[in-house]
């Protein structure tokens, strides 16, 4: 939940001026993204999604993102598309903030993921790794590999004490592991790199959206497999759901059918990219920022499945033959 | 900003079941309101706010809330409608919680307010008071002089010696004072007593709505015109505009007209106004929940309006003859 920056009447007066989409009618803080501020705008020429970059972006990064998005609506990809200015800029500036207008998209993400939604994501991942391998802008992955080891130290220096005991000498272990083996190439374009069911809308038994291209970046098409495995097959209790990692595995590969390396790589990945999310959540928890609306997520969770795809040997694991 | 509620989507669909409003295409949480939920909801009928009632809310007044709502509406006043279900209800329950749909209205709330804007809310509030004043419900103000002491006591109990010195003993001295002059009949009937800024919408220079019902109470028509100086003519510097006043009160009396007591008794009710909400700032200050979206708002910032007041000895400090 994200609202961080407000804009008045006449910054946002100001920024419509740049735009063909007539007069703001309302414009309303959504509880959506953690990241950035966004709002629901009106306008007379539609309901859309105001986005304001805040600090935890690089601005140097939203040419690819926007762009990303644009390749992708324009390949049939049920991404919102970004909204261009009069003078064809799909990024502007409102409060200070780099800031986009982006499409307004239906649909609902669940909370309760079912088998039959992790064949749909399936399939979505497919399109989407199809449809942005012809993407000309490229974006290296900055959480990926190299950036664990920095991310573990800069977290075992803030506040070590306050962690279960042997936590963070098992994550320097897993991690000194992961750089002894991570595969140096594999099957590889743009990825969306954060794939959480907050990030899809289902209507109607579809898909009718794929939101939050913050952390798209070019690596191994079968990471973003692993990092959809560790936020959609997982319940509540921690238990590993065979079922729905075998729809989406199936599911993707009805798209794009994968080599025998990337499945012999996969629960490698996986566990890359348990480390991935644990880190980045350990950091967050560990550097609160008073007052912040964000409630940071346990890192826990990420611990545990970490342990779950450590004792994995082979994809069988996650319901594959 | 608050949402403090999550809805399934199946709970979601259950709610929309009872409502001739079609399937749900997309429910968002609103940064909007502090005591409920809202979400901003798009269903295949259109667009709506729906509000969930958290626990600050009387789950009892809430025949008063919408009834008024729908009286407002009714006779031309621009308040939402609630919505009914197809057996003709305006109240639901949706995860646990009571619950309501209520029609959007477009229009932005303005953070910097003009003379021009106060000119239009004398006159939305004075179509308030005579529009509402045949809505046969009754609900007293339970924030008014009788809950003033009490509310002091609470907040001399909670810390009071975190608060600067002489602080508490003023405001007690002062609700004394309250306490012997309050006027015990003026022209009565139903009140807002929270039209702050936040709670009504412009759009091209006209009132296009007004919202935030849940602290309308049958009380005295001159003590909403306190709370609204108070709210509205003060800069953020804590000077007085006494031009935004006079065409607040100007705008009021070119629809309802005041008589000679009530503008005798206004420094007196506006004193009592800022009492109200300083106690109630003050007692959010005190008792701050850890964890709360909510920032407490500044219980000073009434503290001064009151001090404002208490040297005012006739309305033409507020810009009338």
Chains 1, 2 share one sequence.
Not at 99 to 123: K, M, N, W, Y
Request: hydrophobic share 40%; with cysteine; glycine share 6%.
């Amino acid at each position: 939940m994200a609202v961080y920056t407000e804009i008045s009447d006449d910054e946002l007066d100001a920024l419509l001026d740049q735009y063909d989409l007539g007069q703001a009618l309302s414009c309303k803080g959504i509880a959506e993204g953690v990241e950035n501020s966004n709002f629901l705008l009106h306008t007379e020429g539609g309901y859309f999604i105001l986005t304001l970059y805040e600090k935890r972006v690089n601005a140097e990064d939203l040419p690819f993102f926007l762009g990303l998005m644009e390749h992708l609506a324009a390949g049939g990809f049920m991404s919102p598309t970004p909204v261009t200015t009069r003078d064809g800029r799909n990024l502007t500036e409102v409060a200070g903030r780099p800031a986009a207008i982006i499409e307004f998209l239906d649909g609902r993400s669940v909370r309760r993921t079912t088998p039959a939604h992790c064949a749909l994501l399936g399939q979505t991942l497919a399109k989407l790794h199809t449809i942005g391998s012809d993407f000309t802008l490229k974006r290296p992955n900055t959480l990926s590999l190299a950036s664990w080891r920095p991310l573990y130290e800069a977290c075992a220096r803030s506040c070590a004490t306050s962690l279960e005991p042997g936590l963070l000498s098992e994550i320097e272990a897993e991690i000194t592991f992961l750089e002894g083996h991570w595969p140096s190439d594999l099957p590889s374009g743009v990825i969306h790199a954060d794939l959480f069911p907050d990030n899809i809308f289902f209507l109607k038994e579809e898909v009718s959206g794929v939101i939050d291209y913050y952390f798209a970046c070019n690596d191994f098409f079968a990471y973003d497999l692993a990092i959809c495995l560790n936020a959609w097959c997982f319940e509540s209790d921690g238990s590993f759901n065979i079922t729905k990692a075998r729809k989406l595995l199936n599911g993707y590969r009805e798209i794009r059918p994968f080599s025998q390396e990337e499945l012999a790589f996969l629960p490698l990945l996986c566990r890359g990219a348990a480390i991935r999310f644990l880190l980045t959540r350990l950091y967050d928890w560990l550097n609160q920022v008073e007052g912040a609306l964000v409630k940071p997520k346990d890192p826990m969770e990420y611990f545990r499945k970490l342990q779950f795809h450590q004792a994995v040997s082979s994809v069988a694991a996650y319901g594959l033959d």
